[in-house]
């Protein structure tokens, strides 16, 4: 067994010694120290498999003084072989924009905003001649998976790695470099016998106590990392027993596999290469500073909201304003406050501090270097560490070794490191800091027995020790000779809600609801999706909960959540479309890839023009550089700044706008042999599904580009898939559709049924009717098929008529007591019927017209109604008692909840969703009498033939005018269980999806490839 340590991090970082970068390099060099038989891997330059790096290779680190002193050496000459430079001349705003990047990083983005400005044929041809060079300098991503002729026999490509069964691989590195993907396939190619370990240093983006303090595209990240290790490690390492604590709940909170986990304490010895000023040097740096040496305290971290400097400056006022209350003398100054960190996102902060002129003359920020805070540790009075949350604190531990006496927030992850030997105060109570610091600041013995009591405590831990540690439990943990594969993941396809920019009834209204409830039960290990087309170029690209903002949301918000999100993703999409090149980008993939986010991100063309030459500015020698700024200096800070802010903002390329299918075609032949079902050219570009995986399909694929490239991707990748087809009334009643439709759904059904593990169906009716029409395709064998009964989303506090429902019929023209068809005006839905009895209801001559009840039509205009469109808006004859309407999700609800009953005449249905929507509000329903409605209705409503006017109009005419009938059927309603829920649907539809898939080895694979031959 080999032990090989992952230094991926250390191999790509350029910028300085932060925390995760230094402890990669110091366990990377005591591992080597401690064991010839450790090994050094990375991920390789292609992004495409892992390399071994030899220790000769190493010799920058492994020969250093110390590794820190070794990475700078290294990286100083890294910087200057790509003529980068020293950029330390340089104002704050712009070194670090300059260093956030690499130089080919520079390049692209500089050549994405000129591009993205120049007209359209010259863009073009800059984009094309450029494009191999853009490539050169593409970002890590997840490697594709090229099919260059699908072929069942065909395996996918094993990633190039060094490892042999039985060896165990150890990362303390970081989620940024897409180095999981490959392990995981990796170690799949190995079944499994390659073991990894990871170190997880907090949960500080995912934690529900801190997570708020960061975006959500940070945690979506660090959710998927997070959830990766949970479920591919064998033993994973934490920072301490707070951080093991932590994602062991969160591991069981989602349901997540909970591996051996073993807390580890990080290396804590002063850098012992460092030169310590000598007391001259130290004594200007505190007068000019105008510092004290014993008379003022220490801050040392980032300023950012989760450090939470702002108790201290609360606790300053606390001090200032009342003094006597702390035992202070006001004549006296109060202690100076020094915070020593880089600013990340706190600048109000920083404002408030700075702007407040009683507070103000005490406290400065600093950014010292690594001597400079050698210094102002050794000759501060005590430290502060308000903190709200961390993962093993790093600082703390430095006060300690300064022998210095700490006052920390009373957190967890302190108390761990800091035990007895500090004092703690709450966060969030400022009063509780100003007598804890008025106390230390005045009592000279209180403060000399913590520093006598710390010395004699406090024992640093050498990062040999850390090392040894983790070495130790590698060699001795009890690694399985046979790992199981992950558990199951579930993928659920949203391509069609993700670029739907309509109403969200009928099919997507199903996605949405399935979505979000899935989203809500942490046992479905649910992930989502979505499918991307160029040409034959096929792409699965998982979708964040940046993307899908209105997942979190309640149940009763989510639906307006998503019509918000979308409208505001259309917004962007046609202000892009308003000029001729953004128009060109936008439908280009390729084209988007590059100008997308400059183009998103900074709309007007002077801001793309102004980013771009800072991206070219910072290919400049630095002093070439500093030397623009001076010539520009006119610009203030805060504007440079902003403008590096921008140019660095991640930005996602909105989905092109769906087309509007006008297409025909002639009739489909009868005889679906004659029609051609052999599979496109596809190529599958990248997709993120691994063996055992479960795909699910509850939309519509038009086009079945999704189920053929899943039928690639299942010939080489172990998944089970499942699709939930909602009816089959496009091959039983083509006529209510244009003739392209049948052709479409023949070859659609025709690919659900070879690619698909189970078929679902929205109901039993539309099940038979499947199972009849499937058998025409003689498949050598078919899938498992089920009846589902789809869900309705209404709660019961939403079903009672509410006094603000005046008001909002009011608005819509809805007058006086109204009857209710909800569902898109086509010829299928027979909207027709209804007219055509309201007419004969009017035309009674012993009928007062005054009684007759409104009738309401609740959807968009569909197919083949245009003549039926103009009828209903300019019969007089129905004009007082016809409303038109396309109400949004809380007018719906508000119809529903005041109409006397509803009507739906359709012709034919799958699940029949109005129904279920009627009865989920009390709501007696009138239906058409067909298999799928009688289905879903049962003996809560009542049928009429679906072409029988006289027996609508009479039926309709009779609940209206006798209410005790109506109140009977209410009643029946009312007193038993009559529709399922969305969680009940979204359970049942888990329940019915295929087991996962058995993983073979890969000499049972290659013996069942020999097999199909």
């Known amino acids: 067994m080999s032990i090989w340590v992952d230094i991926s991090n250390i191999s790509t970082f350029t910028g300085g010694v932060v925390g995760i970068i230094r402890a990669e390099l110091e366990i990377a060099y005591n591992m080597a120290k401690i064991s010839d038989q450790v090994r050094f891997c990375r991920l390789n330059q292609a992004s495409d498999g892992i390399e071994e790096v030899s220790r000769a290779d190493l010799g920058w680190l492994l020969s250093a003084a110390t590794p820190v002193e070794g990475f700078l050496n290294h990286r100083s000459q890294k910087v200057s072989s790509s003529s980068i430079g020293d950029s330390s001349a340089l104002p704050l705003p712009l070194k670090e924009f300059r260093s956030a990047r690499s130089r080919g990083q520079h390049t692209k983005l500089a050549m994405q905003g000129l591009m993205s400005v120049l007209p359209l044929p010259l863009a073009k041809a800059v984009y094309y001649i450029s494009r191999p060079f853009y490539l050169m300098f593409q970002g890590n991503s997840v490697p594709a998976k090229p099919v260059e002729k699908p072929s069942a026999a065909r395996m996918p490509a094993i990633p190039d790695h060094p490892f042999s069964p039985g060896d165990v691989m150890f990362s303390c590195g970081w989620k940024d470099s897409n180095k999981e993907a490959i392990y995981g396939r990796v170690r799949e190619s190995m079944d499994y016998r390659l073991h990894l370990s990871y170190l997880i240093y907090d949960t500080i983006l995912i934690n529900p106590k801190t997570k708020f303090l960061y975006g959500a595209n940070s945690e979506a990240e660090f959710l998927k990392y997070f959830k990766w290790v949970a479920t591919h490690c064998d033993l994973v390492f934490y920072g301490g027993n707070t951080a093991r604590r932590d994602s062991q709940e969160i591991q069981r909170s989602l349901s997540l596999p909970v591996p051996a986990g073993q807390p580890v304490r990080f290396g804590d010895v002063p850098n012992a290469s460092l030169q310590p000023l000598d007391q001259d040097a130290t004594d200007a740096l505190l007068e000019s500073m105008g510092l004290e040496a014993g008379k003022y305290m220490l801050c040392v971290g980032s300023v950012e909201p989760r450090k939470n400097h702002g108790v201290l400056h609360r606790a300053y006022r606390e001090m200032i304003e009342k003094p006597e209350a702390y035992g202070l003398d006001p004549s006296q100054p109060l202690p100076k406050l020094v915070v020593a960190g880089g600013l990340y996102g706190d600048v109000g902060l920083v404002h408030v501090f700075k702007e407040d002129d009683r507070v103000s003359p005490y406290v400065q920020f600093v950014r010292p270097s690594d001597e400079e805070l050698d210094a102002l540790y050794r000759n501060c009075r005590f430290t502060l560490m308000p903190t709200l949350y961390e993962g093993w604190n790093l600082t703390l531990p430095e006060s300690l070794s300064f022998n210095k006496f700490c006052i920390s927030s009373d957190v967890a992850p302190m108390r761990e490191i800091g035990r007895d030997m500090i004092d703690y105060a709450d966060p969030h109570?400022?009063?509780?800091?100003?007598?804890?610091?008025?106390?230390?600041?005045?009592?000279?013995?209180?403060?000399?027995?913590?520093?006598?009591?710390?010395?004699?405590?406090?024992?640093?831990?050498?990062?040999?020790?850390?090392?040894?540690?983790?070495?130790?439990?590698?060699?001795?943990?009890?690694?399985?000779?046979?790992?199981?594969?992950?558990?199951?993941?579930?993928?659920?396809?949203?391509?069609?809600?993700?670029?739907?920019?309509?109403?969200?009834?009928?099919?997507?209204?199903?996605?949405?609801?399935?979505?979000?409830?899935?989203?809500?039960?942490?046992?479905?290990?649910?992930?989502?999706?979505?499918?991307?087309?160029?040409?034959?170029?096929?792409?699965?690209?998982?979708?964040?909960?940046?993307?899908?903002?209105?997942?979190?949301?309640?149940?009763?918000?989510?639906?307006?959540?998503?019509?918000?999100?979308?409208?505001?993703?259309?917004?962007?999409?046609?202000?892009?479309?308003?000029?001729?090149?953004?128009?060109?980008?936008?439908?280009?993939?390729?084209?988007?890839?590059?100008?997308?986010?400059?183009?998103?991100?900074?709309?007007?063309?002077?801001?793309?023009?102004?980013?771009?030459?800072?991206?070219?500015?910072?290919?400049?020698?630095?002093?070439?550089?500093?030397?623009?700024?001076?010539?520009?200096?006119?610009?203030?800070?805060?504007?440079?700044?902003?403008?590096?802010?921008?140019?660095?903002?991640?930005?996602?390329?909105?989905?092109?706008?769906?087309?509007?299918?006008?297409?025909?075609?002639?009739?489909?032949?009868?005889?679906?042999?004659?029609?051609?079902?052999?599979?496109?050219?596809?190529?599958?570009?990248?997709?993120?599904?691994?063996?055992?995986?479960?795909?699910?399909?509850?939309?519509?694929?038009?086009?079945?580009?999704?189920?053929?490239?899943?039928?690639?991707?299942?010939?080489?990748?172990?998944?089970?898939?499942?699709?939930?087809?909602?009816?089959?009334?496009?091959?039983?009643?083509?006529?209510?559709?244009?003739?392209?439709?049948?052709?479409?759904?023949?070859?659609?059904?025709?690919?659900?049924?070879?690619?698909?593990?189970?078929?679902?169906?929205?109901?039993?009716?539309?099940?038979?009717?499947?199972?009849?029409?499937?058998?025409?395709?003689?498949?050598?064998?078919?899938?498992?098929?089920?009846?589902?009964?789809?869900?309705?989303?209404?709660?019961?506090?939403?079903?009672?008529?509410?006094?603000?429902?005046?008001?909002?019929?009011?608005?819509?023209?809805?007058?006086?007591?109204?009857?209710?068809?909800?569902?898109?005006?086509?010829?299928?839905?027979?909207?027709?019927?209804?007219?055509?009895?309201?007419?004969?209801?009017?035309?009674?001559?012993?009928?007062?017209?005054?009684?007759?009840?409104?009738?309401?039509?609740?959807?968009?205009?569909?197919?083949?109604?245009?003549?039926?469109?103009?009828?209903?808006?300019?019969?007089?004859?129905?004009?007082?008692?016809?409303?038109?309407?396309?109400?949004?999700?809380?007018?719906?609800?508000?119809?529903?909840?005041?109409?006397?009953?509803?009507?739906?005449?359709?012709?034919?249905?799958?699940?029949?969703?109005?129904?279920?929507?009627?009865?989920?509000?009390?709501?007696?329903?009138?239906?058409?009498?067909?298999?799928?409605?009688?289905?879903?209705?049962?003996?809560?409503?009542?049928?009429?033939?679906?072409?029988?006017?006289?027996?609508?109009?009479?039926?309709?005419?009779?609940?209206?005018?006798?209410?005790?009938?109506?109140?009977?059927?209410?009643?029946?309603?009312?007193?038993?269980?009559?529709?399922?829920?969305?969680?009940?649907?979204?359970?049942?539809?888990?329940?019915?999806?295929?087991?996962?898939?058995?993983?073979?080895?890969?000499?049972?694979?290659?013996?069942?490839?020999?097999?199909?031959?």
């Open 429 to 1013: 109570e400022p009063s509780e800091w100003a007598r804890l610091i008025a106390r230390y600041t005045i009592d000279d013995q209180a403060l000399a027995e913590r520093e006598a009591y710390i010395g004699r405590t406090w024992r640093n831990k050498p990062w040999r020790a850390t090392a040894q540690d983790i070495h130790d439990h590698l060699v001795q943990f009890d690694f399985p000779a046979h790992v199981n594969p992950p558990s199951s993941r579930l993928w659920l396809d949203l391509t069609l809600i993700n670029n739907h920019y309509g109403s969200a009834d009928g099919i997507p209204r199903v996605e949405l609801g399935t979505a979000w409830e899935l989203n809500r039960d942490p046992t479905s290990r649910v992930q989502f999706f979505e499918t991307r087309r160029n040409g034959n170029d096929v792409e699965f690209v998982e979708l964040t909960a940046v993307e899908l903002p209105w997942l979190t949301r309640s149940r009763s918000d989510y639906p307006q959540a998503y019509h918000d999100h979308m409208a505001y993703k259309r917004h962007m999409i046609e202000q892009a479309r308003r000029n001729q090149e953004a128009a060109w980008m936008v439908g280009n993939d390729l084209a988007s890839q590059v100008f997308g986010p400059m183009m998103v991100a900074q709309p007007s063309r002077r801001s793309r023009i102004k980013t771009a030459l800072l991206h070219m500015a910072s290919l400049l020698p630095a002093s070439t550089m500093a030397w623009l700024y001076r010539v520009v200096k006119g610009k203030s800070n805060d504007e440079l700044a902003a403008l590096a802010s921008k140019g660095s903002a991640p930005a996602t390329r909105p989905a092109p706008l769906p087309e509007i299918r006008t297409a025909t075609g002639p009739t489909m032949p009868t005889d679906p042999q004659a029609l051609s079902f052999e599979r496109k050219p596809l190529r599958i570009v990248a997709h993120p599904f691994e063996a055992g995986d479960r795909v699910l399909s509850v939309g519509l694929d038009w086009e079945s580009s999704y189920l053929q490239a899943i039928s690639i991707i299942r010939e080489e990748t172990r998944i089970r898939t499942a699709y939930l087809v909602h009816d089959m009334i496009p091959l039983l009643e083509p006529h209510f559709y244009q003739p392209e439709i049948r052709k479409l759904y023949e070859i659609f059904f025709y690919w659900v049924c070879r690619t698909s593990d189970v078929v679902l169906f929205g109901g039993n009716t539309a099940r038979k009717d499947g199972e009849r029409l499937m058998a025409r395709y003689h498949l050598e064998s078919l899938p498992r098929t089920k009846g589902l009964r789809l869900g309705a989303e209404f709660e019961a506090e939403e079903l009672a008529p509410r006094e603000e429902d005046a008001e909002v019929l009011k608005r819509l023209g809805v007058e006086g007591d109204f009857l209710l068809s909800v569902g898109t005006i086509q010829i299928r839905k027979n909207h027709e019927v209804l007219y055509q009895a309201l007419v004969k209801w009017l035309d009674d001559p012993e009928v007062d017209a005054s009684t007759v009840p409104t009738l309401v039509f609740a959807g968009r205009q569909g197919w083949l109604v245009e003549g039926l469109m103009q009828q209903l808006r300019n019969d007089t004859r129905v004009a007082r008692h016809l409303v038109l309407l396309q109400p949004t999700d809380e007018e719906l609800r508000v119809l529903y909840r005041n109409c006397r009953f509803t009507l739906l005449p359709s012709f034919y249905e799958g699940a029949a969703l109005p129904i279920s929507e009627s009865l989920a509000y009390g709501k007696f329903c009138l239906a058409a009498d067909v298999p799928p409605l009688r289905e879903t209705g049962g003996k809560f409503a009542d049928y009429v033939d679906p072409r029988d006017v006289k027996g609508w109009r009479n039926a309709m005419e009779n609940y209206y005018s006798h209410p005790e009938l109506l109140a009977e059927r209410e009643a029946l309603i009312a007193g038993e269980k009559t529709h399922a829920s969305w969680r009940e649907f979204a359970r049942d539809l888990v329940a019915e999806l295929p087991a996962p898939a058995v993983t073979l080895s890969h000499h049972e694979r290659d013996d069942s490839i020999k097999e199909l031959h």
